[in-house]
């Protein structure tokens, strides 16, 4: 072979790599464009109501910021927790659970959940993971987390507010408990490893193994771990509560309650970037029962605000524990 055509052979032989990499880098640029997008838009719009309420500024607002940015990397560790439930050869690092958890969070900017899933997806071919296993972990977590948000929640406002909540507000409230049916079945493992079962059969043309299914038992107990991520943001919103006006001590659980509930339906929501509006809804929604429905609006807009700021220290977050991880493994 001369040395021309060696050559050429070696560039043939790159350019898929070269397509690939521009391919990957196009991508990503596009997803922290829209990101980006839709982060500033949530944060421009509702800073500029804030900023017409002339509030002072309160460096608890910082520490509530703080607040929401801990919750999601503890959300990923208990999500690390399910997939070595499902698979104990599957070895996920601390910091790898933190930085998927973190990039998977930041990803609920685009409408619907296929960014989030996607990212984890991704990271699962690149660390050698089934991906229909860390599928199944991503529907549990979700799982988890709307149960661990929607029944505590639920019986706080009950409890606090009576069932005349629900009279004029049926359409809105009664969402949650509706849900609880088909996550229910989730739980119930039998029944929920057919019914995935079928679809990937023949999809993927061979069967899941029972054993990426967790027991209800076990199930049962990972929900009530993701009560602990809820009850830290719920501390977050009671602190932005005390900013605007006086919470008393027989407040803090309901008012808590509202916000873990108003993001467990914006969740749901899974149309709008970040359920926005949604949330806000709920929350004044609740608030107003304790409250000048104007103070309700200015508490949900600020909680908006701050909890945008920690979605920028959840950024901060990805950028330096990402680096920890070797090249191949990142998200």
């Known amino acids: 072979m001369t040395r021309s055509a060696a050559i050429t052979d070696v560039a043939a032989a790159s350019a898929p790599r070269w397509r690939k990499r521009a391919l990957r880098w196009g991508i990503t640029v596009l997803v922290v464009g829209v990101v980006g997008f839709f982060f ?39 999500w690390a927790r399910v997939v070595r439930a499902l698979s104990p050869v599957a070895h996920v690092t601390v910091a790898e659970a933190v930085a998927v958890q973190s990039a998977s969070w930041l990803l ?4 619907g959940q296929v960014g989030s899933v996607a990212n984890k997806v991704i990271w699962a071919g690149r660390k050698g993971i089934s991906r229909t296993l860390v599928v199944i972990s991503f529907v549990y977590e979700n799982v988890f987390l709307q149960l661990a948000s929607i029944v505590p929640s639920m019986i706080i406002l009950m409890l606090s507010l009576g069932a005349e909540i629900f009279g004029d507000n049926a359409s809105l409230l009664l969402l949650p408990l509706l849900v609880l049916v088909p996550f229910g079945v989730v739980m119930y493992k039998p029944f929920f490893h057919k019914i995935v079962s079928v679809p990937a059969r023949r999809a993927l043309k061979q069967d899941i193994p029972a054993d990426f299914f967790l027991g209800s038992w076990r199930a049962v107990l990972f929900t009530t771990e993701f009560i602990g991520p809820r009850a830290i943001n719920g501390i977050g919103f009671v602190l932005i509560c005390a900013t605007i006006t006086e919470v008393s001590p027989g407040e803090w659980l309901p008012f808590a309650a509202a916000y873990v509930l108003a993001g467990a339906i914006g969740i749901l929501a899974f149309f709008v970037p970040s359920g926005l509006g949604v949330r806000e809804a709920v929350i004044v929604l609740v608030l107003s029962q304790y409250m000048p429905a104007p103070e309700a609006i200015i508490i949900s807009l600020l909680a908006r605000v701050i909890s945008t700021v920690g979605d920028g220290l959840v950024a901060l977050i990805y950028v330096v524990v990402r680096r920890t991880i070797p090249k191949e493994y990142r998200p």
């Open 40 to 78: 500033a838009r949530a944060l421009i719009d509702n800073w500029a109501q804030i900023q017409a309420e002339h509030l002072t500024f309160d460096w608890l607002w910082v520490v509530a910021a703080i607040i929401f940015a801990i919750a999601v990397p503890l959300t990923g560790l208990l």
């Open 108 to 111: 609920k900017y685009i409408p």
